[in-house]
Every structure is written in C-alpha cells, then in structure tokens.
C-alpha cells in the first residue's frame, strides 16, 4: 500500500510517500518520497521556535511539500492519489499553531479524494524511525519484529522520555523530563555561549574542533591565585528514577560564563561545548542504560533530533562494548533524526494494519493536540 505522511508539529513542513506491504511473516518497507521544507533561517534571528511565524510559513509551503512529494514518488497527481490508500498526518505533541495547518490541510484531503486518514504521535514516529531505511532503498524486515521489548530515548526539542516498547503500540513513559528537554538544553546553551540556533548541531561542532585539537582548557587561571576548573552537574545521574532534569544545568552553564565574562566565554567555548554535551550525553546514557538492565530488554533505541548527536551514539556504543553488556544498539539514520513525515506514516501503518476498515478511519475524528501522550 501507499501511504501519504503529513507532518507539521514544529518548525518543518514534511510530506512523504511511503510504500508498505505486510506478507506473511515480514514486512517490507520502501520511501518513496521525503519532501521537507525548513524553516531553520525564519526561527534562527529568534533563537527559537516562534509559534506564529512557524504557521505563516506552513501555510504558505504546505501545497508545494505537496507537490514535490507527488512528483518525487509519483508521475502526475491524478496517478499518486489513485495509488495513495492511506492518509497519515501527525496530530501532536507540538505548537497547536503549527499543527493545525497539517492537520486541517489533511482532512481536507481526506475528505475531498475519499481516504481513510489516521492521526498520529509525533513521538510514535521518532520511536518507529530507526526501521527506515534511505529513500528509495527498500528494506524487508520478519515480523515479528526482533527488536523489542526495547527501551526507546525520544530526545528531541520538546522532548526527553524513556520508553519501555513491549511491541509496537504498546508503550509505556517509565522517565521524562521535569523541565527542560535535552535538544532545549543545547538550544539554549548555544544561545549562552552565542552560538547559532538550532544549538544542538552548533555545540557538537564546537565540541569536535575541542576533541580534535586536544588542548588542555580544562584548567586555567581566571585569577593569580584561583584556579578555575570548568565543570557542569550532571542532573539527576545517580536518582532512583528515570526522570530527568536539565534546566539546572542551563543556569550552571549561564553563571558559569557569566563568571569568565564574555571575552573568556568566547575564548572558551570550545571547551564549554564539549562539557555541556559530556554532561547532557553523560545522563542520556547512564539513564537509559539502567532501564534497559532493569527492563531486561533485547534493545536500547533512540529516536528524535538529538539522536544526530555522535557523542552520543559514540558513547553508548562505548559502554554497550566495554561492560559487554548483551543489548542490541539502534539508530535513524541521520536523515530520519529530525523531524519528516515517512516516520508519521510508518506509525500510521502499523495502526492501520491492526484495524485495516477504511470508514473507521475518517477525516472527522481526526484534531490536533498539543499535549498528545505516547500510549
Ligand atoms: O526532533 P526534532 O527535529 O524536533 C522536535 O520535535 O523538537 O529535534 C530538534 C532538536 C533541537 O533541539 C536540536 O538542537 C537538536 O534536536 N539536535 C541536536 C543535533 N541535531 C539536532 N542535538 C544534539 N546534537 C545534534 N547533532
Ligand atoms: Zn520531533
């Protein structure tokens, strides 16, 4: 089958064509379209994510995602929608500014070309994003899947849960943030150190230039008689639960530079960087480590923005092979860590495949949420 994904909960307008077959005992899954249109250079002055500019700009590139993702899968738009069976479109978690215009712009699709249309969680397709394979390349998998139970890390902008995954559709939140999210805390440290936004991307290549040059920063005088050792908490490493916290972590890093003043902080900031990424990565890692022992799971998976991060993926890997823990380690491929809509109709699939009735589906029960919980 076909399945059309519409994605806008943030800053990216994404539409993709997604070809899916279930047989017998495998299912096999083929991108055919990944269109997306940033939205990085209209936030990036903000250092943030405004809302109401977010849905001025889905507004006006939604149609031509449309089309480019009709184009690359698809030689005319009358043959797309007469192979597009399915409609998948992502009704939150996110900025319900931004949400609603994906997901109005979807039910009105649905209901003018007559398809059944499901809604789905933003953070069920970063979960389910580590099963896609490139565009264009198919990829067959034997159901059922291997990999579960997993214990899935959603890292993203908005978010920073643990997932305890029994399968796919049955997930249970067993830690998340209390404040701030994980991708938040690299956005908003990059805006500290004066780093351009997103700051996730911006903070790993600062930290990388500090690891390649392997210059001792990590001590240095800020007085004659003080020495000054740059070190930032590790929130919540040791708790007995799986929560998590990182804005105390954003203020240690702001009185931190604040101390050094802001030649030193400039002078510094490859090295405070890469001790914000040790430290956000440094709890990640630990956290989810625990669960999956705990859990006895087959897996540990991430998904979401973050999960770009390769300190990250370096350093459970790292651990994974060092204390020969027993555990299978799954990542998207980069393509597929930020925000698309092949992983929304990848999601959407799976739903549809438990309850295959095309009029159960309808456009009419479909609306945006922007508190939607992964369960
Ligand atoms: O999943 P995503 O694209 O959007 C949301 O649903 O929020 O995640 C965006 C987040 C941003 O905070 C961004 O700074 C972070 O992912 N991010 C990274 C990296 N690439 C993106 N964080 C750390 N390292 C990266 N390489
Ligand atoms: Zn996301």
New binding site residues.
């Given amino acids: 089958m076909f399945i059309l994904g519409i994605e806008t909960?943030?800053d990216e307008t994404a539409v993709s064509v997604l070809e899916i077959e279930e047989n017998n005992n495998s299912v096999r899954i083929y991108p055919r379209a990944n269109a997306i249109a940033s939205q990085i250079k209209v936030h990036q002055p903000y250092g943030g994510v405004v809302p109401s500019l977010a849905s001025r700009e889905h507004l006006k590139n939604i149609p031509l995602v449309l089309e480019k993702a009709f184009q690359e899968a698809f030689s005319s738009f009358s043959e797309g929608w007469k192979r597009i069976n399915l409609i998948a479109t992502t009704t939150g978690p996110g900025l319900i500014p931004a949400l609603l215009i994906g997901v109005n712009f979807s039910r009105a699709l649905a209901w003018s070309e007559n398809k059944p249309i499901i809604g789905v969680n933003?953070?069920e397709?970063?979960l389910l994003s580590f099963l896609l394979p490139p565009l264009n390349i198919e990829k067959e998998y034997s159901l059922p899947l291997t990999a579960f139970p997993a214990i899935t890390l959603l890292v993203?902008?908005?978010?920073t849960q643990l997932v305890f995954v029994k399968k796919i559709g049955d997930y249970k939140i067993i830690g998340k943030t209390r404040d701030d999210a994980a991708g938040e805390c690299f956005d908003k440290g990059a805006r500290i150190l004066g780093l351009s936004y997103p700051g996730g991307p911006a903070i790993a290549a600062e930290a990388a230039k500090y690891r390649k040059h392997k210059v001792n920063h990590l001590v240095f005088p800020i007085s004659s008689n003080t020495e000054y050792i740059f070190h930032l908490p590790r929130p919540m490493i040791n708790s007995s639960n799986y929560d998590f916290s990182f804005s105390g972590l954003k203020t240690a890093l702001l009185y931190l530079t604040q101390n050094l003043g802001e030649k030193k902080t400039k002078q510094y900031r490859q090295v405070l960087s890469f001790e914000l990424e040790e430290a956000i990565t440094d709890v990640l890692v630990e956290k989810a480590l625990k669960a999956a022992e705990e859990f006895r799971v087959k897996s540990i998976i991430l998904g979401?923005?973050v999960s770009a991060n390769q300190r990250l993926r370096e350093k459970f890997r790292e651990r994974i092979e060092n204390e020969k823990r027993e555990i299978n380690f799954f990542v998207p491929s980069l393509e597929y860590t930020?925000?698309n809509a092949i992983m929304i109709a990848l999601a959407a699939f799976f739903r549809y495949q438990k309850n295959p009735r095309k009029d159960f589906w309808s456009w009419k029960k479909i609306k945006a949420e922007a508190n939607l919980e992964l369960e």
Wanted: proline share 0%.
């Fill in positions: 909960s943030c933003h953070m397709g970063h993203s902008g908005g978010h979401g923005g930020g925000d």
